[in-house]
């Protein structure tokens, strides 16, 4: 059982860092941009040109996509890190790397047809009067691309997960379990 729900924090872990190489709109649930990751967020940005958690792309970046350059940089740089950290071969971070900037691709397109979703929502709302049955069939599109997102994101991470062996895997979750537990 534990080790089943390390594997399930793995996933979450992976799969918001893909999603947040990805850059561009916030991605979620949250109705019309209400409550979606990301909103709300206001955390300053670490030093000059670090934009970190609270900067563009990334939670609290209110939608300012990262160029595609340091989006591939960003994925270089995750691949290797988690990698390395389970002793990893370069051939397996090449994968990983493949994987990762594959995902990334998709999600851009899927966040992109979320924020023009999430504007279409405003923009029902600020009308004179609230037609609610645009306001579901929007909510429906917002959910049916949601899905496709939280799909898209499972497979990368099998597909990162067939990379590793399965010691690899379970020193991975371990490590990642150790460092959540440090952060409170």
Known sequence: MRFRKTMVALGFGAAAATAWAAGGPDIGPGLFGMGGEGHGDHRPHGPAGDHGPGGPGGPGGHGRAMSPERVDARIDRMAERLVRSVDGTPEQT???RTIAKAA???LRELRRQSGDLRRQGMDLLKAPVIDRGALEA???????VA???SR???TALADTAEVLTPDQRVKLAERMQSHRSRRG
């Open 138 to 144: 929007l909510r429906s599109q917002q959910m049916t």
């Open 147 to 149: 899905d496709q997102l």
């Open 152 to 154: 898209r994101l499972s």
């Open 104 to 106: 990334a691709e998709d």
């Open 94 to 96: 090449e994968r990983v």
